[in-house]
């Protein structure tokens, strides 16, 4: 077995570095997605140009046909450097390869080719404020009138519902069998008379949104794969949301950071990488980070040999989200009273990305389904034990 990326794809990543070197916004802030500035369709619209939004895609969806793998280093970079990737993500990332392996073929023509060239965004909408970890209690109804469909309901949390112009929505469209018999999944114009967006904002700044639908009108072209059999749509869906090395490299930039303030740092006249307790606890989370990116690096794997992830994915997203809340707590000890402050000032460390790294990663082992939900996930789909 061999641990190293090919020469084409050093080179491929030197290409990545470069073009961000170039493009990225110059006035680009420490922490884009608080600051709103993680959606920016310019910059898109120039990854778009180049032909990686939907690099790993096949050529006939008007990708690239570039590996996984390539994806896994582009993504590297682009947290690496901070990039406002947000407009496309979760398009390029889960809907775009959702409807190739669902979709029909007018939303294959109609959809992927505005994804890969940034003309369009879809945001996702699943969670409800009765339905979040347990999915098939989707309430909000989608039901049939002529050859629309009526959709009826309520979506929270939805992140980018204010910038996209689609919604993946799932929906109840049967009441009258098992839950999860009766979800299907509609592609929803954002646009259309009858939604009403809400912000929400969490406690690190970012906005995510309350959704509402009263009487939308859905044509039935918009249904994906089969009536009342969104439920697997779904599950494989998230599996593709779980996917990446984001959270990793999100993490270790502030790791880096750390580290680096260690070997730097004086307090009561020794440096803080003197203190054994600080070099044990800097150790260990450097081969977290070792382990969280071979398992980002497995599931890419995966992608590039055309398996669909499951459990693997479910294993990297819950130890990957962890570890960006070990990275931000190991940060803040380290830190002591300095840690939690933001803003510029006289006494404001690190740029204050402590406090907001600290703040944000709560939520990361929230959205896209809980550490609790993964575990379940792994023990159920990866060790086989009884539900
Ligand atoms: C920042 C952020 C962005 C988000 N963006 C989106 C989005 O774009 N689209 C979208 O649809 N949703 C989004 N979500 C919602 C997210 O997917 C849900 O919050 C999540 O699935 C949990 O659902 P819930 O909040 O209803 O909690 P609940 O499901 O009510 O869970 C509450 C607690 O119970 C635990 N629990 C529940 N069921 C089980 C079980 N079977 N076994 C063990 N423990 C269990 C959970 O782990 C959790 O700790 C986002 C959330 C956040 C925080």
Redesign the pocket.
Known sequence: MRFAFTPEQEVFRQEVRAFLARELPKDQPENPEAEGQWVNRAFSKKLAARGWIGLAWPKEHGGQGLGYIERFIYNDEMIHYRAPIGYHQ?AERQMGPSIMLNGSDYQKKHYLPGIVKADLAI?????????????AGVQTTAVRDGDDFLINGE???????HVAEYVWL?TRTNPNVAKHKGISVFIVDLRSPGVDIQPLY?MAG?R??IVRFNNVRVPRRELVGELDGGWYIVAQNLDFERSGIERVTGALLLFEDVVRYARETRRNGRFLYDNPVVRNRIADMSVAFAVGRQLAFRVAWMQSQGKVPNHEASISKGYGTELTQRAARLAMDIMGMYGPIQGEGRWTQLRGRVAYTFL?T????????????Q??IIATRGLRLPR
């Open positions: 979760s945001c996702i909408g699943y969670s409800e404020p009765n339905a979040g970890s347990d999915l979506k929270t949390y939805t992140t980018n519902a799932a969490t970012t995510f949104n944000v709560v939520s990361e082992t929230i959205r896209g389904g809980t550490s609790e939900i575990r379940n």
